[in-house]
């Protein structure tokens, strides 16, 4: 226990018992799903520019691949644990499950602040890490790709050392790379597009249409940016986004893309101004009297502290775990609608889907084609939830718990 109340992972494992008693599994299934198949540590020494050898420790948490190939991204940040990693690529099987994707759940982390590096120092650290996970990784095996702190670019060196080291050119291993190196140009905003895309079916049923309702945002990186850019291109208000640094609230509405040049140019959102805006913490935005919030940051930040003062009624999770079991309860008997992470941020992974498809047969869509696809599967998994929601009382459980529906527990069995 935090003292904000259940960590992560003790939130995740919670879910998962609720959710294992909802479709009347048995206890065994706790017993395999609750701890990861697998997991790798590596220690990677970097020659950072001043001439000294620093070590980085990292991890590759192999949750469960009874679907397909272990799945998931990379994280690099300063302050990963093991315990989080675990959280994650727990998180990354029901994600990759409930969306009718033929892999298992995985995450890797590295504890570095990726801002603090050179770009040359980046590199090394990035190769250092797919060569040290080489003998365990594979596009039929478990596929990375980026989280929090890594990008395309880090994908296209990590793709470039694997293939070194296999002998030949092996793109279906990373996902997410760059668009001329066998990447996909949707897979770049896949994931603020799928937030887009649960809100506004989520808005139709709760308010007719996601027209003209406004929207926070904690989070300005790949999945809050685009989460903004579509939910504004669907009609929505965005009145508040923050970064790192803090934020800033207009509730007439921001104009994104001066928002996003501004953060470009200096770094941070907050040195954005304009008449009636105003700057905002990271908790402030949470608490902001808005219709639709996206947690596109971290996890754990709405927790028992903060739950009662969450004035939202839809709650659209961009980031991983943002909601702790304990808040999820109180908002969720106020009848507020939690699209969990798992569904809310899933473009991501389902696009990662498509790429690695269009990577093994070596034959590709064009963007809008690509994209058609992605939604296709976005909307398939929301309907199958909708109706499964309904059939179990919308007040009595949360969509979270919903997330071993899909009978494909029975393949986890021994
Ligand atoms: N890191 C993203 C997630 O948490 C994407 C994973 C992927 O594309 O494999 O879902």
Redesign the pocket.
Known sequence: MSLRGTTFLESVLQTLKRAIELGGYPQEVYEILSRPQRIITVNIPVKMDNGKIQVFTGYRVQHNNALGPY?????FHPEVTLEEDIA?AT??TF?NALNGLP?GGG?GAVAVDPKKLSKRELEELSRGYARALAPFIGPETD??????GTDPQIMAWMVDEYSKIAGRNVPGVF??KPVVLWGNPV?EYS?GFGVAVWAREAAKKLWGGIEGKTVAIQGFGNVGYWGAYWLEKMGAKVVAVTDSKGGIYNPNGLKLADVKAVKDKTGTVMNYDSPGTRKITNDEVLELPVDILVPAALENVIHKGNANNIKAKLIVEGA?GPTTADAEKVLHSKGVWILP?LAA??G??V???LEWVENLQWYFWDEEETRNKLERILLDTFNRVMIRWSKLGMDKVTIRELHMWRPWIGYTMP
């Open positions: 799945k998931g991204g990379i994280r994650l998180v990354m994600k892999y995450k596929i990375p790709a980026p989280d929090v996902t997410a897979r994931t991983n992470d941020n899933a991501g992974v696009m990662s889907y």
